[in-house]
């Protein structure tokens, strides 16, 4: 499905607001209106599961020789801002919070919520988002209007699909020399079924901590079975914690499983 950028389409989230999503057109700017930054959930990826709405801060720095009087943005997702098929958007009972950097720049923030249960609403919203951008200068004296600026993508933002790991070292305990079997399974949030599945044929590496010792090191690099499941061998040789690690892909986030502890005889 796609939602064409227009006030139309959009007007549930962004229509009353005083920088309703405007129709698919170039960037604009009137003035001396500049937007200098955009920073959304912290400059950190966007990490979603299955059930649970996560608010997101998005700020919107500018400047204008008359200062700034607002600015805001949302998230949308699609090949172009004229044909989108996912936005995340603010809430329009909650107006924009300015704080003033100087008597020319201020810094402009607004919460929006990405919620499984209403706009993201299946896997293929997993990846970039773009980050659109408007702001209003205030108006030189004795004129009505300022100026303004706005950016349909002024960055790109990773909204991802949570990722859950585990671990089981064992037998428990075991000889010294015997065979230590670590399983573990990598799974990730399905936003078609709102339910964690496999992460099936994904590289996870198997990292061991001696007891007493500070860090882990690496063992060796498992891959996922066709069900997200992860099983290999090794041998034992002294007290420590096993764990997994999953270095991440550009839909799905990096994670670490707690460690298992395994005590060798």
């Known amino acids: ?4 950028a227009t006030v139309a389409t959009l007007s549930g989230a962004l229509a009353l607001s005083a920088l309703a999503v405007p129709a698919a057109q170039a960037d ?13 959930n912290g400059g950190k990826d966007i990490v979603i599961g299955t059930s649970q709405a996560k608010k ?6 500018a400047t204008d020789p008359e200062g700034i009087r607002k600015a805001s943005g949302f998230l949308w ?21 300015c704080t003033e950097v100087d008597a020319t720049t201020a810094t402009c923030t607004v919460t929006v919520t990405a919620d499984p249960n209403k706009n993201i609403y299946g896997n293929s919203l997993a990846g970039k988002w773009k ?28 909204v991802k699909r949570a990722a859950k790991l585990t671990v089981n070292a064992s ?5 010294k020399g015997g065979t230590i079997t670590v399983s573990g399974a990598l799974t ?4 078609d079924t709102k339910k964690y599945a496999g992460y099936t044929q994904q590289p996870v590496q198997l990292q061991f901590k001696k007891k007493g010792a500070s860090a882990y090191s690496a063992v060796k690099t498992v891959k996922s ?15 420590g914690t096993f764990r997994y690690v999953f270095a991440g892909t550009s839909t799905t986030p990096a994670v670490t499983s707690a460690g298992d502890a395994i005590d060798v005889r």
């Not at 079975?225 to 007290?239: E, F, M, P, Q, Y």
């Open 225 to 239: 079975d066709a069900k997200g499941n992860l099983k290999t061998t090794v041998k034992a040789s002294v007290d």
């Open 171 to 175: 037998p428990e305990p075991v000889k």
């Open 28 to 40: 604009e700017s009137i003035g001396d209106t500049k937007i200098t930054n955009v920073t959304v």
């Open 131 to 158: 980050a659109f951008a408007a702001a209003h200068g205030n108006p030189p004296a004795g004129q009505e209007l300022g100026g303004k600026q706005t950016v349909d993508a002024y960055k790109s933002v990773s």
């Open 1 to 4: 499905m796609r939602i064409r």
């Open 56 to 61: 997101i801060t998005f700020a919107v720095t």
């Open 77 to 97: 997702h699609g090949p172009d801002y004229a044909d989108l098929d996912g936005s995340i958007v603010f809430d329009t009972g909650v107006p924009p919070k």
């Open 188 to 191: 990730r949030a399905n936003w």
